[in-house]
């Protein structure tokens, strides 16, 4: 059983810096595509980054330059670094183990003045 839980949300001003962690368990992230996706109020869940069990990131052109995934396999964690918020990445971020479908239960970032 895949179970995905997001920690490191919260509420920060413009320009801010949030890390985002995912703790898995019923998934290696060492050997799975693990995703990081976001949902704002009245919008469509959409992707903002991935990481493959080798170690490499793509991401939404939006985010480029401002997140990095990362991954501590020891762990089992999978992380998203945010820097240089914007109010526009006000959302609940979720995590997401690719393969398998499954989803946590999100945390809630808050971009504001």
């Known amino acids: 059983q895949v179970q995905l839980v997001e920690s490191g949300g919260g509420l920060v001003q413009p320009g801010g810096s949030l890390r985002l962690s995912c703790a898995a368990s019923g998934v290696m992230v060492s050997v799975n595509l693990m995703g990081w996706y976001r949902q704002a109020p009245g919008k469509q869940r959409e992707f903002v980054a991935h990481?493959?069990?080798?170690?490499?990131?793509a991401y939404r052109d939006s985010v480029k330059g401002r997140f990095t995934i990362s991954k501590d396999n020891a762990k089992n964690t999978v992380y998203l670094q945010m820097n240089n918020l914007k109010p526009e990445d006000t959302a609940v971020y979720y995590c997401?183990?690719?393969?398998?479908?499954?989803w946590g239960p999100g945390t809630q970032v808050t971009v504001s003045s």
């Open positions: 997401k183990a690719e393969v398998f479908d499954s």
């Open positions: 990481i493959t069990g080798g170690g490499s990131g």
